[in-house]
């Protein structure tokens, strides 16, 4: 499998890059959904994608590539094809982790507005939302928070933090969400409400932000992804 064909290409195969032609292909599996700039991609995400697979019982994990992030600086943003092909790098051992511009093809930036139209287009796919720990701290920012947590279950892999903040952050201050802390894999339950929080493999002390400081710091990217 070609996995780095255009965007408008759909290929018939189990882990094809999702096309909005083709939502057929990824009918009745369970996808994890790793949103981010990726910039640049390392080995963190990796490893946090594949303990979510592990943790609840995923089929694949889309790494959705933004175009843009409304946090960071459009002059620090490397461009959308040079960011999908370090994803790809990483992750060429596994075909499980799949690279896909879906919200180039959407016209999305938001992540309200990217599990809005997702769960239109793929009405038959079970999606899961992945993060690190960090992002529960910072998610009363993003766009429709709330909304967001009514419409999809999430996943936070853990990564350093400060001590007692998974037990105080947004996520543990909402009503109706069910709190559940793996140490093992289970057949997760798919359904929004639910939060997961994954603490059973060894944390990864890396950050795409600590990666940029490096490469501006040395003037050199020789390293490319950590």
């Given at each position: 499998m070609d996995r780095r064909a255009p965007?408008?290409?759909?290929?018939?195969?189990?882990?094809?890059?999702?096309?909005?032609?083709?939502?057929?292909?990824?009918?009745?599996?369970?996808v994890g959904l790793l949103g981010g700039s990726f910039n640049p991609a390392h080995t963190g995400h990796v490893h946090a994608a594949e303990v979510a697979m592990k943790y609840l019982n995923l089929d694949a994990v889309w790494w959705v590539v933004s175009t843009g992030n409304p946090f960071k600086r459009e002059q620090d943003l490397l461009p959308?094809?040079?960011?999908?092909?370090?994803?790809?790098?990483?992750t060429a051992h596994n075909p499980r982790?799949?690279?896909?511009?879906?919200?180039?093809?959407?016209?999305?930036?938001?992540?309200?507005?990217?599990?809005?139209?997702l769960k239109q287009h793929f009405p038959k796919t079970e999606f899961i939302w992945l993060a690190g720990t960090d992002i529960a701290f910072e998610f009363h920012k993003w766009h429709y928070a709330r909304e967001i947590i009514d419409m999809i279950p999430f996943a936070f892999i853990g990564r350093?933090?400060?001590?007692?903040?998974?037990?105080?952050?947004?996520?543990?201050?909402?009503?109706?969400?069910?709190?559940?802390?793996?140490?093992s894999g289970i057949n997760a339950d798919l359904s929004a409400?639910?939060?997961?929080?994954?603490?059973g493999e060894p944390l990864r002390d890396i950050s795409s932000t600590d990666l940029r400081r490096f490469r501006t710091a040395k003037r050199y990217y020789g390293m490319k992804y950590a």
């Open positions: 965007s408008d290409t759909i290929i018939p195969t189990m882990f094809s890059p999702p096309h909005l032609r083709s939502p057929f292909l990824w009918s009745h599996m369970r959308l094809t040079t960011r999908m092909d370090q994803c790809r790098d990483l982790h799949v690279i896909t511009d879906i919200e180039s093809q959407m016209g999305t930036v938001r992540t309200f507005d990217t599990i809005s139209q350093p933090t400060r001590h007692g903040l998974v037990r105080s952050n947004f996520f543990r201050r909402q009503s109706g969400l069910t709190h559940n802390t793996l140490n409400g639910q939060i997961y929080w994954l603490f």
